[in-house]
């Protein structure tokens, strides 16, 4: 059973820091994988989506690492700003062919201090 | 203005009622789904549609039902069946042909007095 692990729970750094979110998955037998962004009490917006062919994926200050080997993937944010403040969730998609089931990280909590 | 709603934004419900969360998406995607998402948890998925008149179950489907008779609406019901339904519900839809992101509607809370 595929399971989607997300360390740390919660993060607060000053603005202007560079920093790493951690996703790691148990089965690495995966089509794609997503990260997203969550501000408190509002949807999901998709911010990097890798192909399980992919290493990486860039977006503005945003990079996304994926090793299926290991089952880990990186977020990296650049010159973290005070907007960037809201929750980041890793999904990975099943490899069951005509399913669209997607399962969800439990998130980190960044907080960027001005 | 494309997108997808949801209504309401917040929801209250007496023990032993059923209620019913709207979703439409003007996006013309054929695949809607409906997650939960509780404190400190990812979300979970309840049901999905990928075609008009059809439906799957997702992971926690126990106590909920769905209808899907438009494309543009995938309603979610919460039965009296459901034995904790205070949480977050996420609607979101995706383009059949390239199902791989899926866009969020902004969420209803519903909460069990």
């Known amino acids: 059973k595929q399971e989607v692990t997300q360390i740390p729970a919660a993060l607060s750094v000053p603005e202007g820091e560079n920093l790493v979110l951690n996703c790691s998955f148990t089965d690495s037998a995966i089509y794609n994988l997503q990260w997203f962004r969550q501000d408190p009490g509002k949807g999901l917006t998709s911010l990097l989506l890798?192909?399980?062919?992919?290493r990486e994926q860039t977006s503005g200050r945003l990079n996304a690492s994926l090793d299926k080997s290991s089952g880990r993937s990186t977020l990296y944010i650049a010159a973290s700003q005070p907007g960037d403040s809201a929750t980041y969730l890793c999904a990975v998609r099943r490899p069951t062919s005509g399913t669209y089931k997607y399962i969800f990280g439990t998130g980190t909590r960044l907080k960027v201090l001005a | 203005d494309g997108g997808i709603t949801q209504s309401p934004k917040y929801l209250f419900r007496k023990e032993g009622q059923n209620v019913t969360l709207s979703c439409e998406q003007n996006?013309?995607?054929?695949?809607m789904y409906w997650y939960r998402q509780d404190p400190g948890q990812g979300l979970r998925l309840i049901y999905y549609s990928q075609i008009v008149n059809d439906f799957q179950k997702g992971d926690i489907a126990e106590g909920y039902s769905v209808s899907r008779e438009k494309k543009e609406s995938f309603p979610l019901t919460v039965t009296s069946a459901q034995k904790n339904p205070t949480a977050f519900y996420l609607c979101a839809s995706s383009p059949q042909g390239s199902t791989d992101t899926q866009y969020f509607g902004p969420g209803t809370r519903l909460t069990v007095l």
């Open positions: 890798i192909q399980s062919s992919q």
């Open positions: 996006l013309n995607h054929d695949a």
